[in-house]
């Protein structure tokens, strides 16, 4: 059964719609609250820890400009050359839709959402706006201004929160019951993603704050291509938000944020002209762009939660396909290195020529700022998907209850490829990690025989100019004397020998340096193991740490459930108390009504009966009782006569004679108390 709280079910006809038609920035400035609009707007008592920052940000953009990058088409702007920014849709649930506007500009969208949302007054009236959908590409400073100048005082919180969390490129999917002001749920997600496209020059965010920098940010990530042609790659930074927001299931509104700057004028780029498009042509649909087209708005979805999981999954569809894009590129890359580049590379380390080693340390030293470029990258990339997954999983742990009556697997499947795509990107960040302490060690290596060659080179140029000038000595001295020759001849043999035994020293010296590179090569590979240990224990340590969070999670769910048993059981006791007391104020009405009945049935008794009796028999003929007299002392000792009778019977049969006196005193002065009360 769904835990979805049953008053956000029900019509709420008690609540004054009319604070709807009032924005919240003119209440305040009405009330005399100064300063700017974006301030006033941030000043809520739920942010008033991170007010001055968030404030600051949302302040600096709403400040800056969007800069004519040339990214749009001349019909994708009014007649003033103003860009179309919003797409906007309201009806109600009995009285059908609003007059639809197409394509909005920023101030085209301010003066509808500046509109009456709910109609109170006599007289020709639009329909009213219980469901309010809002659709908005590439969110800057006019159409922040728009929503900021128009929102109502209940929907202020939950779009103050939007803003700034789409605004910094922040992961979340929740579900909120705010307390403050009116009961309402607010249902959003913010999902930051990257891109992937290939151009001749960067598509820079249009979108600048106040100090000129831009919304969004790019990567060149052409050194992927290793010296490929043109066009470059390039890595940009997207993200779209939505939030839903009301009081009941058919009175609420949904904002939708999304980014396209990164498609300039592609024909792929998602345009509010293709949705408008999609509306004129014949036969066509107004097709809904929070679903991504998927649905027709002139169909519409009223249930909130179902609306927030259709927008979610269709939303997701898109994100899926750029997220796969950028894993597939990068993946491709890196695999052609390391079925190819990698292992000529190690061959040519192996058999090059000493005259080939400058040649050999470059690029080794080069492949190896390649490979770590590649896994620094990996590395980003899984960061953004995990926090993704992350926030599903939290979705599901914490929400999954207000759902259970609308199933929506497509969601949980879409998540699963996400998670595939993240072991992908680990899998590629080990396999650098690996390639890297290969070519660390293989550039350790190389650098090692340049040092131990120089000198050998050196020595061998010296040896050859000593033994030209030997043998132009040897020439001077043949021409001199015989006994010269023979001597010298003797000292060279002398020579030799000192040579012969300076190539053992260097031979053993060589074997030397040969057993500590294998003892330096078997220490490597115990570090390798060492650092794998350490990254195992350390996915070990990670795992835990989420596991540790979910059952946190979910013991702070087992005592808000225990909470509301509790509140419940108390209520539950605060009746049976009021029973008790209700008990005890019958029961002693009961009592009282009894002892009345009781004075009732002795007045009865001696008094009422005895004389109806007496004046009976005094009524009947004279012939019937001849022996009565009808005189005063007769009817006087008739009546108590009959008194005594009376006693003596209901003593007999409800009391014992013992004590019988005793009670009747007892019960004549009851019946004297009453008479006297009164």
């Given at each position: 059964m769904s835990s979805w709280p049953e008053e956000y079910d029900e019509a709420r006809d008690s609540i004054d719609w009319s604070s709807e038609n009032k924005s919240w920035v003119g209440l305040r400035r009405q009330l005399g609250q100064t300063g700017d609009y974006v301030g006033i707007f941030m000043d809520g008592p739920e942010d008033a820890d991170g007010f001055s920052l968030h404030a600051d940000r949302i302040r600096d953009l709403c400040n800056g400009t969007t800069l004519d990058s040339g990214q749009r088409n001349d019909d994708e702007r009014d007649e003033e050359g103003q860009p179309f920014v919003a797409w906007l849709d309201e009806r109600s649930h009995d009285n059908g839709a609003r007059k639809y506007h197409g394509p909005l500009t920023a101030k085209e969208l301010r003066r509808l959402l500046g509109e009456e949302r709910f109609q109170f007054k006599a007289g020709p009236s639009q329909p009213d706006a219980e469901r309010r959908l809002i659709f908005i590409t590439d969110?800057?400073?006019?159409?922040?201004?728009?929503?900021?100048?128009?929102?109502?005082?209940?929907?202020?919180?939950?779009?103050?929160?939007?803003?700034?969390?789409?605004?910094?490129f922040e992961t979340s999917i929740g579900v909120s019951f705010p307390a403050n002001g009116l009961s309402k749920f607010e249902l959003s997600f913010h999902l930051p993603f990257y891109v992937h496209r290939a151009s001749q020059t960067p598509r820079t965010d249009p979108r600048r704050d106040v100090h000129g920098n831009p919304l969004r940010h790019f990567q060149d990530i052409s050194f992927l291509g290793r010296g490929s042609q043109q066009p470059f790659d390039f890595l940009y930074e997207a993200q779209t938000s939505c939030l839903l927001s009301g009081s009941n299931k058919w009175r609420w509104v949904s904002y939708c944020f999304v980014d396209t700057y990164f498609d300039g004028d592609d024909e792929g780029r998602e345009t509010l002209l293709?949705?408008?498009?999609?509306?004129?042509?014949?036969?066509?649909?107004?097709?809904?762009?929070?679903?991504?087209?998927?649905h027709d708005a002139d169909l519409p979805i009223w249930n909130a939660r179902e609306y927030f999981l259709k927008v979610l999954e269709h939303r997701l569809t898109p994100i899926k396909r750029e997220w796969r894009r950028v894993v597939?590129?990068?993946?491709?890359?890196?695999?052609?290195?390391?079925?190819?580049?990698?292992?000529?590379?190690?061959l040519s380390k192996h058999h090059g020529l000493p005259q080939d080693l400058e040649s050999t340390y470059a690029k080794v030293r080069n492949t190896l700022n390649w490979v770590q470029q590649v896994m620094r990258l990996c590395n980003q990339l899984n960061e953004g998907l995990w926090k993704t997954v992350d926030a599903y999983d939290g979705f599901r742990l914490q929400h999954a209850?207000?759902?259970?009556?609308?199933?929506?697997?497509?969601?949980?499947?879409?998540?699963?490829?996400?998670?595939?795509l993240r072991k992908t990107l680990v899998s590629l960040a080990d396999r650098c990690d690996q390639c890297a302490i290969e070519l660390q060690l293989d550039l350790e290596e190389t650098t090692e025989t340049r040092t131990r060659q120089m000198p050998l080179i050196s020595a061998t140029s010296q040896n050859s100019t000593e033994q030209i000038r030997l043998a132009l000595r040897q020439n001077d001295l043949n021409a001199q004397t015989y006994a010269v020759t023979a001597e010298h001849l003797k000292r060279v043999a002398e020579t030799n020998q000192l040579v012969a035994r300076h190539i053992d020293v260097n031979a053993q010296?060589?074997?030397?340096?040969?057993?500590?590179n294998q003892l330096f090569t078997t220490q490597i590979e115990l570090n390798k193991q060492t650092n794998q240990m350490i990254k195992d224990q350390l996915r070990h340590v990670e795992e835990t740490s989420r596991l540790a969070l979910q059952s946190s999670q979910l013991a702070t769910r087992l005592l808000q459930v225990n909470d509301e048993t509790n509140n419940t059981i108390k209520g539950q006791l605060e009746v049976i108390r009021q029973t008790l007391a209700e008990g005890q104020t019958q029961r002693q009405l009961t009592e009282r009504s009894g002892r009345e009945a009781k004075v009732f049935?002795?007045?009865?008794?001696?008094?009422?009966?005895?004389?109806a009796l007496a004046a009976g028999i005094f009524s009947m003929q004279g012939n019937v009782i001849p022996f009565i007299r009808p005189s005063l002392g007769w009817f006087v000792g008739l009546v108590l006569a009959f008194i005594l009778l009376q006693v003596a019977v209901?003593?007999?049969?409800?009391?014992?004679?013992?004590?019988?006196?005793?009670?009747?005193?007892?019960?004549?002065?009851?019946?004297?108390?009453?008479?006297?009360?009164p």
């Amino acid at each position: 059964m769904s835990s979805w709280p049953e008053e956000y079910d029900e019509a709420r006809d008690s609540i004054d719609w009319s604070s709807e038609n009032k924005s919240w920035v003119g209440l305040r400035r009405q009330l005399g609250q100064t300063g700017d609009y974006v301030g006033i707007f941030m000043d809520g008592p739920e942010d008033a820890d991170g007010f001055s920052l968030h404030a600051d940000r949302i302040r600096d953009l709403c400040n800056g400009t969007t800069l004519d990058s040339g990214q749009r088409n001349d019909d994708e702007r009014d007649e003033e050359g103003q860009p179309f920014v919003a797409w906007l849709d309201e009806r109600s649930h009995d009285n059908g839709a609003r007059k639809y506007h197409g394509p909005l500009t920023a101030k085209e969208l301010r003066r509808l959402l500046g509109e009456e949302r709910f109609q109170f007054k006599a007289g020709p009236s639009q329909p009213d706006a219980e469901r309010r959908l809002i659709f908005i590409t590439d969110l800057d400073s006019s159409a922040m201004r728009a929503l900021i100048l128009t929102t109502s005082m209940w929907q202020t919180p939950g779009l103050r929160a939007a803003l700034y969390r789409h605004v910094s490129f922040e992961t979340s999917i929740g579900v909120s019951f705010p307390a403050n002001g009116l009961s309402k749920f607010e249902l959003s997600f913010h999902l930051p993603f990257y891109v992937h496209r290939a151009s001749q020059t960067p598509r820079t965010d249009p979108r600048r704050d106040v100090h000129g920098n831009p919304l969004r940010h790019f990567q060149d990530i052409s050194f992927l291509g290793r010296g490929s042609q043109q066009p470059f790659d390039f890595l940009y930074e997207a993200q779209t938000s939505c939030l839903l927001s009301g009081s009941n299931k058919w009175r609420w509104v949904s904002y939708c944020f999304v980014d396209t700057y990164f498609d300039g004028d592609d024909e792929g780029r998602e345009t509010l002209l293709e949705y408008h498009y999609d509306k004129e042509a014949e036969h066509g649909i107004n097709a809904d762009p929070l679903t991504f087209g998927a649905h027709d708005a002139d169909l519409p979805i009223w249930n909130a939660r179902e609306y927030f999981l259709k927008v979610l999954e269709h939303r997701l569809t898109p994100i899926k396909r750029e997220w796969r894009r950028v894993v597939v590129k990068v993946e491709r890359e890196f695999r052609v290195y390391d079925k190819t580049e990698h292992h000529r590379l190690i061959l040519s380390k192996h058999h090059g020529l000493p005259q080939d080693l400058e040649s050999t340390y470059a690029k080794v030293r080069n492949t190896l700022n390649w490979v770590q470029q590649v896994m620094r990258l990996c590395n980003q990339l899984n960061e953004g998907l995990w926090k993704t997954v992350d926030a599903y999983d939290g979705f599901r742990l914490q929400h999954a209850s207000l759902f259970v009556d609308i199933q929506h697997f497509p969601i949980d499947k879409i998540f699963d490829e996400f998670k595939g795509l993240r072991k992908t990107l680990v899998s590629l960040a080990d396999r650098c990690d690996q390639c890297a302490i290969e070519l660390q060690l293989d550039l350790e290596e190389t650098t090692e025989t340049r040092t131990r060659q120089m000198p050998l080179i050196s020595a061998t140029s010296q040896n050859s100019t000593e033994q030209i000038r030997l043998a132009l000595r040897q020439n001077d001295l043949n021409a001199q004397t015989y006994a010269v020759t023979a001597e010298h001849l003797k000292r060279v043999a002398e020579t030799n020998q000192l040579v012969a035994r300076h190539i053992d020293v260097n031979a053993q010296t060589f074997a030397a340096m040969t057993e500590t590179n294998q003892l330096f090569t078997t220490q490597i590979e115990l570090n390798k193991q060492t650092n794998q240990m350490i990254k195992d224990q350390l996915r070990h340590v990670e795992e835990t740490s989420r596991l540790a969070l979910q059952s946190s999670q979910l013991a702070t769910r087992l005592l808000q459930v225990n909470d509301e048993t509790n509140n419940t059981i108390k209520g539950q006791l605060e009746v049976i108390r009021q029973t008790l007391a209700e008990g005890q104020t019958q029961r002693q009405l009961t009592e009282r009504s009894g002892r009345e009945a009781k004075v009732f049935s002795w007045i009865m008794m001696i008094f009422v009966s005895p004389v109806a009796l007496a004046a009976g028999i005094f009524s009947m003929q004279g012939n019937v009782i001849p022996f009565i007299r009808p005189s005063l002392g007769w009817f006087v000792g008739l009546v108590l006569a009959f008194i005594l009778l009376q006693v003596a019977v209901h003593i007999t049969v409800f009391r014992k004679w013992k004590g019988a006196m005793g009670v009747f005193r007892r019960n004549l002065q009851v019946v004297a108390d009453w008479l006297s009360t009164p």
